[in-house]
């Protein structure tokens, strides 16, 4: 609601009408004006907790005059005659803007908290994935710059290599930490554009050394979809590049496209071991981890997060499906429609 204020009046507006009405239709059953009050307090403090502090003392506003109005004498009338009423009032007021502070302060401590776990996962996170391939890339390269007049030219080049495949790993963990970030605080903003799905699958295909590993069926009649492209890239590239590492040196992992009348469907099936049924809500979960303390098995849990995360923001889907050998992701993305497909 933070980002359309708008919707926070209007829930404003309706939860105070709807709280005033029940008891207006008690008040016949002669529910004391302090039931009354109560339940207008209680509205107010919803409204706090549901929203923010400017809808939540728009609904004091509403409470105070909706009380005046129905409950107090004369009824359906703005004044109010009966010192009583007025000092219920005054306490309604003072009570309903406290209690709305409090709740904001609640709110924004329990964000704050949230930021600080979030922070302490990164630092965790990064003293492992940062430390390990920058101490393979500096091992590599001082050795290769300590021997490399002794060291065989074949030698040399799986140094080299071994380097760069390491800073490759560590861009696209550092790249995945940024976007995870970015996700996290809602900063990304989309660029869509209705194109073709194939040439996005094949650029990401195309950055992967073990192409002859990856199979893909392609079933699709219409393949239009609107999307940013690097996006969606980056997470097929996730979702891929993890089914790799957990299927071993040599096992293939499959891509099969099809469609439904909504939806162009990717399934990204491994041969690796599989995810357990009770694990399969969490792997999507930033910062989880099949990585055992600090073995250096298993992924830092970010790549799956910011694939989900950018499906999400497609309007898609991506889950685990039931898959008799392996792991089955499936990842459903809206197909544009017609209009969209012929211009």
């Given at each position: 609601m933070s980002k359309q204020p708008w919707l926070g009046y209007l829930a404003s507006a309706a939860i105070t009408g709807t709280a005033a009405g029940l008891a207006y239709l008690l008040d016949h059953w002669l529910l004391p004006t302090s039931g009354t009050v109560l339940i207008l307090q209680l509205a107010v403090l919803l409204i706090a907790f549901l929203t923010n502090f400017r809808a939540a003392l728009l609904a004091v506003v509403l409470a105070l005059l909706l009380f005046n109005f129905l409950f107090t004498e004369p009824r359906y009338s703005l004044h109010m005659t009966d010192i009583d009423e007025m000092v219920t009032a005054i306490v309604f007021i003072a009570v309903?803007?406290?209690?709305?502070?409090?709740?904001?302060?609640?709110?924004?401590q329990k964000e704050s908290l949230r930021q600080a776990q979030l922070r302490s996962n990164i630092l965790l996170s990064v003293s492992h994935d940062l430390r390990t391939p920058l101490a393979s890339v500096i091992g590599n390269l001082s050795t290769l710059q300590a021997y490399q007049k002794r060291l065989p030219e074949q030698e040399r080049a799986e140094l080299l290599q071994g380097?760069?495949?390491?800073?490759?790993?560590?861009?696209?963990?550092?790249?995945?930490?940024?976007?995870?970030?970015?996700?996290?605080?809602?900063?990304?903003?989309?660029?869509?554009?209705?194109q073709d799905i194939r040439p996005v699958i094949s650029k990401t295909l195309s950055r992967f050394a073990s192409q002859e590993?990856?199979?893909?069926?392609?079933?699709?009649?219409?393949?239009?979809?609107?999307?940013?492209?690097?996006?969606?890239?980056?997470?097929l590239f996730n979702v891929?590049?993890?089914?790799?590492?957990?299927?071993?040196e040599t096992a293939p992992v499959?891509?099969?496209l099809s469609e439904t009348d909504k939806f162009i469907v990717i399934d990204i099936k491994d041969e690796g071991p599989g995810i357990e049924t009770s694990k399969r809500s969490l792997v999507f979960n930033v910062f989880y981890s099949s990585r055992e303390k600090d073995s250096g098995t298993g992924g830092t849990g970010l790549g799956l997060s910011v694939a989900k995360g950018i499906i999400d923001i497609h309007n898609g889907h991506i889950g685990i499906e039931?898959?008799?050998?392996?792991?089955l992701v499936r990842i459903?993305?809206?197909?544009?429609?017609?209009t969209e497909e012929v211009s």
């Open positions: 309903g803007v406290i209690t709305s502070h409090l709740v904001t302060l609640f709110r924004n380097a760069l495949d390491e800073s490759d790993r560590l861009h696209r963990y550092i790249e995945n930490l940024l976007q995870a970030t970015r996700l996290q605080h809602g900063e990304i903003r989309l660029t869509h554009a209705v590993r990856l199979l893909v069926k392609d079933n699709l009649q219409h393949a239009m979809v609107e999307v940013q492209s690097s996006l969606l890239e980056q997470a891929i590049d993890n089914a790799m590492r957990f299927s071993g499959t891509l099969s039931e898959s008799s050998d392996g792991c459903k993305l809206p197909r544009a429609n017609i």
